[in-house]
């Protein structure tokens, strides 16, 4: 009889999640991503730029099931595009600057912040 590798199926069913949460709730997989990378990866830092490269790929996908099925014009993400990537480039800076500790920190009142937000609306 075969043994059943509990590693795997929690990485399956994490990376399955991180498309659902995506796809669902714009950007969420991040959240699950973090969380994977860093059962994956010693280094926080690793874990969250690996994390955005991830969510970079499946929001991708995401963004062209909209499109294809008419659920979102592109023109209404444009006045947003700039500052986003400007928020990228200043947050890829940002994060070679600060220690793990803070980072994990930051990450956690983010972390509540939204989570109250979400419950209170």
């Not at 990485?11 to 498309?19: D, H, N, V």
Request: glycine content about 12%; overall charge positive.
């Amino acid at each position: 009889m075969k043994k059943i590798n509990f590693n795997k199926i929690k990485f399956y069913l994490g990376s399955l999640s991180i498309g659902l949460s995506n796809a669902m709730f714009g950007a969420g997989g991040g959240i699950f991503a973090v969380w994977l990378l860093k059962e994956l990866l010693p280094d926080n830092k690793r874990a969250h730029a690996a994390a955005v490269a991830v969510v970079l790929c499946v929001a991708i996908i995401s963004a062209a099931g909209y499109l294809k099925n008419g659920y979102v014009q592109f023109s209404d993400a444009l006045f947003f595009i700039p500052g986003g990537v400007l928020g990228a480039i200043l947050g890829t800076y940002i994060l070679n600057k600060i220690s793990p500790r803070l980072l994990k920190k930051i990450f956690g009142i983010f972390m509540l912040w939204a989570g109250i937000r979400l419950i209170r609306k």
